[in-house]
């Protein structure tokens, strides 16, 4: 049997061994990886491998993503605290509790009902109180909620849906993976005087995002 000390210190290692070697150096980060109970939003079965370095299973085809991608993706939102996040692609619901520990509120959106519904009672079980969710196409982004300080998208985008870019706040960052299906570059842009200025921050292979803006089923 598994202890939780077990996971904590296969935790501290993923963060000494994955993250702090290839360039995760944000506190704030580092503490949320070390703290959030990945093992928690995975099938029992794959408890043990959650603090690997390798994507992981969790139906509907879908993945839950590397603990690095995660992290880097998160850290070049750049939250301090205060800020309400637009999350496309809940899936498990990990990325989603490590960015409700970090900023004021998240804003999760999954096309797949089961996956939602799952993610939700993963993270009512954990205690978070600070995220709403919505089964929906997330291509559209969420308007009602608009706009966003950090918007980021954990799926592969043919190119970044027009919605998002129209729901990020000025100042705002959005992180998202654009390019083939097989692979693609995970791209940071920031809204600056209404400008959109695009940074490249690595290669990456994510599952599809599907939808309107997205690739076609
Ligand atoms: N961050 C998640 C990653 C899940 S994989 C985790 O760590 O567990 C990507 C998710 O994006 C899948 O669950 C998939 O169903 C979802 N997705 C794909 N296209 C979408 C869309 N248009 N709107 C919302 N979710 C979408």
Request: hydrophobic content about 40%; aromatic content about 8%; charged content about 25%.
């Amino acid at each position: 049997m598994v202890q939780n000390h077990d996971y904590k210190q296969a935790r501290e290692r993923m963060v000494k061994t994955q993250l702090i070697p290839r360039g995760i150096t944000d506190p704030r980060v580092l503490a949320a990886m070390r703290k959030v109970p990945r093992h928690l939003f995975v099938e029992e079965a794959l408890r043990g491998e959650a603090y690997n370095d390798h994507p992981l299973p969790i139906g509907h085809k879908q993945t839950i993503s590397q603990p690095y991608i995660v992290a880097l993706m998160t850290q070049a939102l750049e939250l301090k605290g205060d800020e309400h996040v637009l999350e496309i692609g809940t899936g498990s619901g990990y990325q989603t509790a490590i960015l409700a520990e970090l900023s004021e509120k998240v804003y999760t959106v999954e096309r797949i009902r089961p996956l939602l519904e799952k993610a939700r009672k993963t993270l009512w079980e954990l205690g978070y109180t600070n995220i709403l969710f919505k089964a929906f196409d997330g291509t559209l982004g969420w308007k009602e909620y608009a706009p966003f300080d950090a918007i980021i998208v954990t799926a592969g985008a043919p190119k970044i849906p027009q919605p998002l870019l129209d729901q990020l706040a000025e100042g705002g960052r959005l992180v998202i993976p654009v390019g083939g299906r097989f692979s693609q570059d995970l791209v940071k842009v920031t809204k600056k005087n209404g400008h959109i200025i695009q940074k490249d921050l690595g290669g990456c292979r994510f599952v599809d995002l599907v939808g309107v803006h997205g690739w076609k089923e």
